[in-house]
């Protein structure tokens, strides 16, 4: 049995936001389960799946922050 070791994350380097298709400077967010960029506004309506609000996902809970090309391990994007 062999170990891995973490998966290792690219972010890119010119997003734009996988809803509205605004290019995105930082800060923005970031859903690691679509591999998708966001604009804050968006992203705190983004489900993953049509099946997100049914299983009583959260929207917007699983985009965080990227800030300086890091990615923030709190979960969901800051309020307006």
């Known amino acids: 049995m062999s ?6 994350l690219t972010l890119p380097t010119a997003p734009h936001c996988a809803a509205c298709g605004r290019a995105l400077g930082e800060p923005f967010g970031w859903c690691s389960g679509c591999h998708a960029a966001y604009c804050f506004p968006c992203g705190r309506a983004h489900f993953c799946t049509p099946r997100c609000p ?11 922050v990227v800030q300086n090309g890091v990615l923030a391990k709190t979960w969901g994007l800051p309020d307006a």
Request: contains cysteine; proline residues 6%.
């Open 3 to 8: 170990e891995r070791g973490p998966r290792e």
């Open 54 to 64: 049914a299983a009583g996902c959260h929207a917007g809970l699983c985009v965080r």
